[in-house]
């Protein structure tokens, strides 16, 4: 028995997915409100469909002039590709509906701009017969894009042709209604094979060119060659290759399977071409995904999207790829923008399990690092090297840094002189901690992408006993008598190795100084610390603590806990009032109120990867180390050593 609740709300707070689902519902109350249109049936049985299906009237307009102008921004690394799989059982003639696919492409203009949407995929069965009337009705739907400008594609399913000959079979419906001509003019459209049935396009999103391949549901020889000749004249562009069939996910509990046919397009089309690393299909159901290794050894991603299997013959569901190019991350989730859009009109018992899905394939992240994946066809340009004296801005008062002619991983010898670039004098020599191994310091060859020297020095130090060694400034060195009493910049370029551990590693230093708060007569805290310190905490949190000039106690900036086995880059800024801690440039939240004006000192030398505690050297730090530079003055983190 299907019930109809008016007035059902939910029993209990709302959280995750279900809260999104109402939320959008909130936002999507004009979305549903589209007309059913109906082709080859009169205006009084399409307002009878209507409301026996709960939609608006048939006389509520599909007006494009209200709906916004599709705009992406297409240098955000966030964006959002969106897919329509089969639409089918909507336009089966006579019984031809085209509510519930208007109010997705109502949702894809309504949240443009929200979701920065960029692309949509249609992955094929637009129809069920592929009979012109079918056609008609769903390339009617399409104008609404059309008019806007939206990017999109389509491809033919096997129930569009209805047959099983590949794209050689010539004049269709389909090809009369989405053939190339559709697209000629559009900025996306790249182009067709001759038989029209196979199309690329190209979309502009998070600062690059991306391309989708649609392509047939049986492509044949010619258009594997097409594709394979399409991607070799875009050698260093991302593909995204939509087809009808390709996987399919019907073993529960299993992941999905290659169709025969989806096996042959994985041997002569997919695995060789490194470019393609998502794909996505219909035609079976239920939904389904798996990860292939290709002939480079990168993964693959397959997805099969599907829905005619569900009520209203899925509705126009869309799945929505919202790519995060900074998190690595493709979040996906799946929804039903026309039930979403009428949920404030009270839905039925089905429509109820309609809203969202959330199962695991239909709502999932897939994590994918793009720099990594697609190096071996678009590597990102390595930023080159700066010489030292374009890093010594007005204010240096010391830089150093550990490029040169040095072999990866050669021992540092012990002695070591590294020179004071700034030209004031604060060279740093090497102390090795008593007993240290051989090669505890080493050079390194790597360095953060955003350093100005492509080098590093390895400092494998620790406690208990005391390993490795540390860099330290000249007895005399100007550095260790300054106050910076009108404020400073210190920058380091840092990296944590994988096997870091708090309680072995943690509370050592990057850079601090000798000397002891109490005998800088500082009374408002531990008298042993050190005056000044920039440490990694047990978490490993950087903390910059020190005692101000005009304080009698420390004061401290704490950052965030921070990944393991990655270059980072730290700032210290003070303006002679207060300071802010920068981590990659960004502030970080537990900076300090209180003013604060230069660092005390006692004329001591400061240390490039030491601590000291109660006037002994107590820790040695962990980490590669890369440039480091200190300024006597505030800068803006335009002007880091990580600006361009």
Not at 254 to 273: P, T, V
Not at 472 to 492: D, K, M
């Amino acid at each position: 028995m299907c019930e109809q609740h008016d007035d059902d709300q939910p029993a209990t707070p709302l959280s995750g997915p279900a809260r999104r689902a109402f939320l959008r519902s909130a936002a999507l109350a004009g979305a549903g409100v589209t007309v059913a249109s109906a082709v080859g049936i009169t205006p009084a049985a399409a307002a009878a469909a209507d409301d026996a299906a709960g939609a608006a009237p048939a006389d509520a307009p599909m007006d494009a002039q209200h709906l916004p102008d599709w705009r992406p921004n297409r240098d955000s690394r966030r964006f959002t590709m969106v897919v329509m799989p089969d639409t089918q059982y909507m336009f089966d003639e006579p019984s031809i509906t085209t509510a519930p696919i208007e109010a997705s492409f109502r949702y894809i203009l309504e949240h443009s701009r929200e979701d920065n949407i960029v692309f949509m995929s249609h992955l094929g069965d637009l129809t069920q017969n592929g009979r012109k009337p079918e056609f008609d009705g769903i390339g009617r739907a399409f104008e609404l894009l059309d008019r806007k400008g939206v990017a999109y594609s389509v491809l033919a399913g096997n129930h569009d042709i209805n047959s099983n000959t590949d794209d050689g079979r010539g004049r269709s419906p389909y090809l009369d209604t989405f053939g190339p001509q559709r697209f000629r003019g559009k900025r996306s459209f790249g182009g067709a094979t001759p038989d029209g049935y196979n199309t690329y396009h190209l979309f502009q999103a998070g600062g690059r060119e991306w391309l989708v391949l649609a392509l047939d549901w049986r492509p044949s020889s010619g258009g594997i060659a097409w594709a394979k000749k399409v991607m070799a004249e875009h050698p260093h562009t991302p593909v995204i290759l939509t087809t009808h069939e390709l996987v399919s996910a019907d073993r529960p509990g299993q992941e999905a399977e290659f169709s025969d046919h989806g096996q042959q397009l994985w041997n002569d089309l997919i695995k060789g071409n490194d470019q393609i690393f998502l794909t996505l299909n219909g035609h079976y159901w239920p939904a389904g995904r798996t990860t292939k290794k290709n002939d480079a050894g990168d993964d693959v991603h397959l997805h099969i999207t599907n829905y005619q299997n569900r009520y209203f013959g899925g509705a126009a569901m869309i799945r929505l790829y919202h790519f995060d190019l900074d998190r690595n991350t493709i979040d996906v989730e799946t929804i039903s923008p026309w039930i979403l859009g009428r949920s404030n009109r009270g839905l039925n018992e089905l429509e109820r399990r309609e809203l969202e899905l959330t199962g695991p394939d239909d709502y999932f992240s897939v994590p994918i690092d793009f720099d990594k994946r697609f190096a071996r066809f678009a590597p990102i340009p390595q930023r080159p090297a700066r010489p030292a004296p374009r890093m010594v801005i007005p204010g240096t008062v010391a830089y150093w840094r550990f490029d040169g002619d040095h072999k990866d991983g050669a021992p540092v010898p012990a002695a070591q002189r590294i020179p004071d670039l700034s030209g004031r004098g604060n060279d740093l020599t090497l102390v090795p901690a008593p007993g240290a191994a051989a090669g505890a310091i080493s050079w390194s060859g790597q360095y953060h992408p955003d350093q100005p020297g492509h080098g590093s020095i390895r400092l494998a130090g620790g406690k208990s006993p005391l390993r490795g060694g540390h860099l330290q400034t000249a007895a005399n060195a100007p550095l260790n008598t300054a106050t910076f009493r009108s404020g400073y910049t210190v920058e380091a370029f840092f990296k944590l190795p994988a096997d870091w551990d708090g309680g072995r590693d943690g509370w050592s230093a990057l850079l601090s100084r000798w000397g002891m708060s109490g005998e800088a007569r500082k009374p408002g805290g531990d008298p042993q610390e050190p005056i000044a310190t920039l440490s990694l905490s047990g978490g490993p949190e950087l903390q910059w603590c020190v005692y101000p000039l005009n304080t009698d106690g420390s004061l401290t900036n704490w950052g965030h806990e921070l990944t393991l086995d990655t270059w980072w880059h730290v700032a210290v800024v003070n303006d002679a009032r207060q300071t802010t801690m920068y981590v990659n440039g960004c502030p970080v939240v537990r900076n300090p109120t209180a003013r604060s004006i230069g660092l005390t000192t006692l004329n001591l030398p400061w240390m490039l990867g030491g601590y000291a505690y109660d006037g002994k050297l107590d820790q040695t730090v962990n980490a590669w180390i890369g440039d480091v530079r200190i300024t006597d003055r505030p800068l803006r983190p335009d002007t880091f050593m990580t600006g361009r």
